[in-house]
């Protein structure tokens, strides 16, 4: 069995969020399907999202939860899938889920069961799934793709004991086994590229997405981590390094985007929701603008006394962790005890400007954003409009979430949209 050749209807790469809905959809269609993923595993990072139990959607989905070039380009693809659509999947297969907040629904259990649910829509289908495959060349002709690979293939057989995945709830008449390692060549007249982004590279994320773009001469929005911590510039470092571990309700506000969520000092910056969000519409050298008492009149009481004083005004600040009102009171005294003066720190108050000197990276980024053009794609079925047969979907897409399920149903909506169109 030296250099075999498959033959399918579509060669999906990446058995990630997208790529497994995909493959399991087209296959549900009736088409041949091959899933060939890097990592020896599948859904990887389905299996640590949300805390280990999955954030897979949000009940308020809509197309403003999305940053993009292109801020219309999603909206077409969410509405033909929606979380309804997914949540029926995630019912189908019984799994019991909560609302945690703001519309964010996490399994009751484990993200396992995502994954679970993925693979039986898969088996059941008939894909193809192999695992531990690296490719090495992807050629388009008249005839359509050649994918060539260097693998431990993993091809579907009866009875056998199932690799890579220890028996999680598997159908063992339909287990797949590790064949051998070998070169191996696949061909389709449909590509479907769910490689994701970069972010977290240890758990096997790469740039093949926006290599192969490169390759077919596609436009590609220069990727950049979002949903990431930020770090201090020099002189905050300095003054707040020590608060690591406070954590306040804020508005943050970055870009004219503001959110209303809890912010953390960590020991090189800030992180927490409100900072995570706000990071994916920053860019370097802006300030992020963070409300430091959302809705409140801070020095409303000060203003109505002659009893101005420093003790006074640490009192106004009750609200606030106590370590870090002392911090702030350090660095900012209102500059003189009148009016003028206290309304100058209660503006400071509400928008303290941070700039920072940049992001954790990749290595913390919980997405990419950027990514393949959408200008490049159509709306509908996330086909290259320069390549026919050649679909992108999911994270490698320019269409990036906010934090709270967003991500995984825009993985969800896309990969539909191309699963209905090969
Ligand atoms: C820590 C963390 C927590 C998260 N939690 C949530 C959450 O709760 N809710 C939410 O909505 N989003 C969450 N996300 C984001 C979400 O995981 C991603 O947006 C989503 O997984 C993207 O799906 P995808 O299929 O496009 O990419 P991925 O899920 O990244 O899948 C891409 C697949 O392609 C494979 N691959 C890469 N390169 C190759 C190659 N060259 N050849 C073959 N295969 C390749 C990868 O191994 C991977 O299996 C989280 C992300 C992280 C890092």
């Known amino acids: 069995m030296n250099n075999p050749t498959h033959s399918y209807d579509a ?16 296959a549900q269609r009736g088409r041949r399907v091959a899933l060939i993923e890097r990592a020896d595993r599948i859904g990887k990072k389905i299996l640590i999202s949300g805390g280990g139990r999955c954030n897979f959607t949000n009940l308020h989905c809509a197309p403003d939860n999305f940053i993009s070039e292109n801020p219309d380009f999603a909206r077409s693809a969410l509405t033909r899938y929606t979380p309804a659509d997914f949540i029926a999947l995630v019912r189908k297969h019984r799994i019991a889920f909560h609302e ?26 008939g894909v193809h799934l192999f695992l531990d495959t690296h490719i090495a060349e992807v050629v388009h002709d008249s005839t359509g793709f050649r994918v060539r690979t260097n693998s431990s293939d993993v091809v579907p057989s009866l009875g056998a004991a199932p690799f890579g995945f220890k028996g999680a709830g598997l159908d063992p008449n339909l287990a797949l086994t590790n064949v051998s390692s070998q070169t191996s060549e ?28 490169r390759q077919f001469k596609i436009k590609i929005i220069p990727p950049r981590p979002a949903l990431v911590p930020l770090l201090f510039n020099a002189a905050d470092q300095k ?36 900072i995570l969000q706000a990071s994916s519409y ?27 004083t420093a003790i006074a005004i640490r009192a106004a600040l009750n609200f606030l962790p106590k370590r870090f009102a002392s911090r702030w009171l350090d660095l900012n005294t209102p500059p003189s005890w009148t009016n003028a003066g206290l309304a100058t720190f209660e ?37 290259s409009r320069k390549i026919p047969g050649l679909y992108f979907i999911g994270e490698v897409v320019d269409v990036t979430g906010h934090l709270g ?14 699963a209905q169109a090969f």
């Open 100 to 125: 945690k907040t703001l519309g964010q629904l996490f399994c009751d259990d484990s993200a396992t069961q995502i994954t679970t649910m993925l693979e039986t829509e898969c088996r059941q289908a």
């Open 347 to 383: 503006k400071t108050l509400h928008a303290w400007p941070i700039f920072p000197g940049g992001t954790e990276g990749y290595a913390k980024a919980e997405v990419t954003a950027g990514g393949i053009d959408t200008r490049e794609l159509s709306s509908k079925t996330m086909e």
């Open 405 to 418: 399920g967003f991500n995984f149903q825009w993985a969800w909506s896309s990969a539909h949209a191309a």
């Open 239 to 274: 003054n707040f390094a020590e608060l690591a571990g406070v954590s306040i309700e804020v508005i943050a506000t970055s870009n004219d985007h503001s959110f209303r969520e809890a912010m953390l000092f960590t020991h090189r910056g800030l992180s927490g929701p409100a």
């Open 186 to 213: 696949f061909r389709a007249p449909s590509l479907v590229v769910a490689t994701g982004g970069l972010s977290i590279p240890k758990m096997g994320a790469t740039s093949f997405g926006y290599d192969l773009a």
């Open 11 to 26: 060669i999906i790469l990446g058995a990630g969020a997208a790529g497994l809905l995909c493959a399991a959809e087209s």
């Open 282 to 308: 920053w860019r370097e050298g802006q300030p992020i603008y963070i409300d430091l008492a959302p809705g409140r009149d801070v020095t409303a009481s000060l203003r109505t006394t002659t009893a101005r």
